[in-house]
Protein backbone atom coordinates (compact mmCIF):
# COMPACT_ATOMS: atom_id res chain seq x y z
CA UNK A 1 0.00 0.00 0.00
CA UNK A 2 1.05 3.34 -0.83
CA UNK A 3 1.45 5.85 2.25
CA UNK A 4 2.67 8.37 3.99
CA UNK A 5 2.53 8.03 7.65
CA UNK A 6 2.73 10.89 10.18
CA UNK A 7 4.78 10.60 13.61
CA UNK A 8 5.72 12.39 16.44
CA UNK A 9 2.73 14.90 17.65
CA UNK A 10 1.46 15.63 20.86
CA UNK A 11 1.41 18.11 23.54
CA UNK A 12 3.90 20.52 24.37
CA UNK A 13 3.98 23.34 26.33
CA UNK A 14 4.85 26.84 24.86
CA UNK A 15 8.31 27.29 24.30
CA UNK A 16 9.05 23.64 23.34
CA UNK A 17 9.94 21.14 20.92
CA UNK A 18 8.82 18.40 18.37
CA UNK A 19 10.18 16.64 15.43
CA UNK A 20 7.32 15.64 12.95
CA UNK A 21 8.73 12.44 10.89
CA UNK A 22 6.39 11.85 7.92
CA UNK A 23 7.88 8.03 6.28
CA UNK A 24 6.56 6.47 3.48
CA UNK A 25 5.49 2.94 2.53
CA UNK A 26 5.44 1.52 -0.09
CA UNK A 27 7.28 3.77 -2.60
CA UNK A 28 10.79 5.95 -2.44
CA UNK A 29 10.51 9.89 -1.75
CA UNK A 30 13.58 10.68 -3.64
CA UNK A 31 12.06 12.19 -6.34
CA UNK A 32 9.15 13.54 -4.73
CA UNK A 33 9.03 17.24 -3.01
CA UNK A 34 7.44 17.17 0.25
CA UNK A 35 5.25 19.85 2.32
CA UNK A 36 3.89 20.18 5.46
CA UNK A 37 0.91 21.34 5.74
CA UNK A 38 -1.35 22.16 9.10
CA UNK A 39 -5.08 23.11 10.02
CA UNK A 40 -6.62 24.28 12.84
CA UNK A 41 -10.50 23.82 14.07
CA UNK A 42 -12.33 26.43 11.93
CA UNK A 43 -9.09 27.85 9.68
CA UNK A 44 -8.18 26.91 6.01
CA UNK A 45 -5.22 24.22 5.86
CA UNK A 46 -1.79 26.39 5.82
CA UNK A 47 1.65 25.62 4.14
CA UNK A 48 4.17 25.08 7.08
CA UNK A 49 7.29 24.15 4.66
CA UNK A 50 7.97 22.28 1.43
CA UNK A 51 11.44 20.57 0.29
CA UNK A 52 12.38 20.03 -3.03
CA UNK A 53 13.73 16.64 -4.23
CA UNK A 54 16.47 17.90 -6.32
CA UNK A 55 18.45 20.96 -4.80
CA UNK A 56 17.21 20.60 -1.21
CA UNK A 57 15.59 24.28 -1.78
CA UNK A 58 13.25 24.88 1.02
CA UNK A 59 9.78 27.35 2.00
CA UNK A 60 8.99 28.45 5.37
CA UNK A 61 5.69 30.52 5.95
CA UNK A 62 6.53 33.55 7.68
CA UNK A 63 4.48 32.48 10.75
CA UNK A 64 7.06 29.54 11.13
CA UNK A 65 10.65 30.87 9.55
CA UNK A 66 12.94 30.75 12.16
CA UNK A 67 11.66 28.30 14.29
CA UNK A 68 10.79 25.04 12.51
CA UNK A 69 13.41 23.26 10.08
CA UNK A 70 12.50 20.79 7.16
CA UNK A 71 15.32 18.22 6.33
CA UNK A 72 15.03 14.95 4.60
CA UNK A 73 16.98 11.61 4.51
CA UNK A 74 16.55 9.53 1.52
CA UNK A 75 18.16 6.93 3.24
CA UNK A 76 15.28 6.49 5.73
CA UNK A 77 12.95 7.48 3.29
CA UNK A 78 11.49 10.08 5.81
CA UNK A 79 11.21 13.91 5.99
CA UNK A 80 11.50 15.66 9.14
CA UNK A 81 10.05 18.92 10.70
CA UNK A 82 11.75 20.22 13.26
CA UNK A 83 9.39 22.75 15.60
CA UNK A 84 11.16 24.97 18.12
CA UNK A 85 10.10 27.80 20.28
CA UNK A 86 6.36 26.59 19.93
CA UNK A 87 3.38 28.90 20.61
CA UNK A 88 -0.32 28.06 21.46
CA UNK A 89 -1.21 29.04 17.57
CA UNK A 90 1.10 26.20 16.31
CA UNK A 91 -1.53 23.99 17.57
CA UNK A 92 -3.30 21.78 14.74
CA UNK A 93 -3.25 19.10 12.68
CA UNK A 94 -0.36 18.46 10.77
CA UNK A 95 0.09 17.09 7.68
CA UNK A 96 3.05 15.58 4.61
CA UNK A 97 2.11 15.33 1.51
CA UNK A 98 4.45 14.44 -1.41
CA UNK A 99 3.87 15.83 -4.73
CA UNK A 100 5.94 15.85 -8.46
CA UNK A 101 6.93 17.25 -10.32
CA UNK A 102 6.96 20.59 -8.80
CA UNK A 103 7.78 24.12 -10.00
CA UNK A 104 8.84 25.71 -7.24
CA UNK A 105 8.64 25.23 -2.94
CA UNK A 106 6.87 28.05 -2.56
CA UNK A 107 4.08 27.44 -5.21
CA UNK A 108 4.00 23.86 -3.76
CA UNK A 109 3.07 25.39 -0.29
CA UNK A 110 0.29 27.33 -1.61
CA UNK A 111 -3.10 26.79 -2.15
CA UNK A 112 -4.30 25.02 -4.72
CA UNK A 113 -1.24 22.56 -5.40
CA UNK A 114 -2.32 19.19 -6.41
CA UNK A 115 -0.67 16.71 -4.74
CA UNK A 116 0.25 12.55 -5.29
CA UNK A 117 -0.27 11.17 -1.55
CA UNK A 118 -1.09 12.79 1.87
CA UNK A 119 -0.75 11.33 5.26
CA UNK A 120 -3.35 11.06 7.75
CA UNK A 121 -2.05 13.57 10.38
CA UNK A 122 -0.35 14.11 13.33
CA UNK A 123 -2.02 16.41 16.26
CA UNK A 124 0.41 19.26 17.83
CA UNK A 125 -1.30 20.67 20.76
CA UNK A 126 1.07 23.56 22.49
CA UNK A 127 -0.96 24.65 25.82
CA UNK A 128 0.33 24.90 29.48
Known amino acids: QLQLVESGGGLVQPGGSLRLSCAASGFTLDYYAIGWFRQAPGKEREGVSC????????YYADSVKGRFTISRDNAKNTVYLQMNSLKPEDTAVYYC?????????????????????WGQGTQVTVSS
Open 51 to 58: ISSSDGST
Open 97 to 117: AAAWPITTVQAMCGPGWEYDY
